[in-house]
């Protein structure tokens, strides 16, 4: 156990989730909140403590929640609260300042001034980096037991179970072929107007069936890991917030690059578990709906993006490759944990 493991109270996600309205608490108890906030943060980003990175992330995906909270909910509460928007800045600023600065120390060749250039610059970082194709994916096709499918399965449900809420926030207050595809995009998230082709439907679905499929199985982990909980709050923090349009538009376009590759080895994964393809819709959509995103992220997105301003290369490499790196660390705690627990 690290040493500040053994001091910690009751985790601030539960602390917060306690207090029916943050406007309403007491100034001196408000103090003692945001000191809460910032030693969670040093513990959390700088310290070895897994719990506090846990409760790190489990809080930050709270406070962010609120934007999408159903009514006389704790998140519609505080949707409009300037604590809770407070909080929320404080815990993803940190997070982002410490993901940029991890970033800047990869030996990564400087991203080329030329916007024409951008597209084989990132392609070329792909293609170098792990995350394109990373091993659990083999191992899922080809070793992984049926259990192991599942519990994949519902951890990709807190990553990208609701990619189409990322594209509407992604596309406000852009103009031309960048709001255009977009749209297009967003158009083939929400089915087409057909509500049984929305892609969050066909994820429910998918994943229903993957869950029942041979019995539901109570020792399947149903939590998010932490990991998990990183790339979902790192995505829909950049995305909620104004200064990181262009880092979201390339952390977008590293995701739907490689999308697809990992949707035929998932795929080819449940298969081999005797699963009916054709029951895997979201799955076998995204193989070839995922080409065409990528295509139009790269040519109407990054590219008029980083022509229209000097400082927008740097920022969308940088959003590209951390997508890069958290679903690196995402997929390397899943096949540690798929490794060294056989039997899961």
């Avoid at 998140?75 to 404080?90: I, N």
């Avoid at 980096?129 to 449900?157: C, M, N, T, W």
């Avoid at 998230?189 to 229903?208: I, K, Q, S, W, Y």
């Avoid at 104004?242 to 999308?259: D, P, Q």
Wanted: glycine fraction near 6%; aromatic fraction near 8%.
């Amino acid at each position: 156990m690290h040493q500040n493991e053994a001091h910690r109270s009751e985790a601030l996600n539960i602390v917060l989730r306690k207090i029916p309205d943050l406007e309403l608490v007491p100034q001196a108890q408000w103090a003692s909140i945001c000191r809460a906030v910032e030693d969670l943060t040093e513990q959390a980003l700088h310290t070895g403590d897994r719990a506090a990175r846990r409760d790190f992330h489990e809080s930050l995906h709270l406070l962010q929640g609120v934007v999408s909270a159903a009514p006389h909910t704790w998140g519609a509460v505080h949707s409009a609260s300037a604590r809770s928007f407070y909080l929320r800045q404080v815990l993803f600023n940190a997070l982002m300042a410490r993901e940029l600065s991890r970033i800047a120390d990869l030996a990564l060749p400087p991203v080329p001034k030329n916007p024409s250039r951008l597209t084989e610059y990132l392609l070329d970082v792909n293609a170098d980096h792990i995350a394109s194709r990373h091993p659990v994916f083999d191992y899922l096709r080809e070793q992984a037991s049926l259990r192991q499918v599942k519990s994949f399965f519902y951890q990709e449900g807190s990553v990208d179970a609701r990619f189409d809420d990322l594209i509407a926030l992604a596309q406000i207050g852009l103009d031309g072929s960048v709001k255009d595809e977009y749209a297009h995009n967003f158009e083939d998230e929400m089915g087409h107007g057909n509500p049984d082709r929305v892609h969050t439907v066909l994820f429910e679905r998918t994943a229903n069936y993957v869950a029942k499929f041979g019995g539901e199985d109570a020792s399947v982990p149903t939590v998010p890991c932490t990991e998990a909980l990183a790339c979902s709050n790192l995505q829909v923090g950049m995305a909620l917030d104004r200064r990181h349009v262009w880092r979201m538009a390339g952390y977008l376009a590293a995701f739907e690059l490689n999308a697809t590759d990992r949707c035929r080895r998932l795929t080819d994964a449940c298969v081999r578990q005797g699963m009916d393809e054709g029951e895997l819709t979201y799955l076998t959509e995204h193989i070839d709906a995922d080409v065409g995103h990528a295509e139009g992220l790269f040519e109407e997105i990054l590219l008029p993006m980083a022509a229209s301003d000097e400082r927008a290369s740097l920022e969308i490499a940088q959003g590209f490759v951390l997508r890069l790196q958290t679903s690196q660390e995402y997929c390397d705690e899943l096949l540690r944990g798929f490794l060294t627990t056989p039997t899961l």
